[in-house]
């Protein structure tokens, strides 16, 4: 479920440190050289088909930070 207000996209943060997700999907790099587009959801990534590296259309989870 994403959130608006009015006509632009809220972000939403389910508040879970282990296993969050967040809406809506990420971009960076768009327009560049280099562009990684992902989901987070339930402590997974999910690399969408218009990433420029190597864990294009993969899942992974989360790596550990401090």
Not at 23 to 46: A, D, M, R, W
């Amino acid at each position: 479920m994403i959130r608006t207000q009015g006509e632009r996209p809220r972000w939403f943060w389910n508040g879970d440190l282990d296993k969050p997700t967040c809406e809506p999907s990420l971009l960076v790099g768009s327009g560049t050289n280099y562009q990684c587009h992902s989901f987070i959801k339930n402590g997974q990534i999910q690399f969408l088909d218009d990433c420029w590296h190597e864990l294009r259309r993969q899942t992974v989870e989360i790596p550990e930070w401090i």
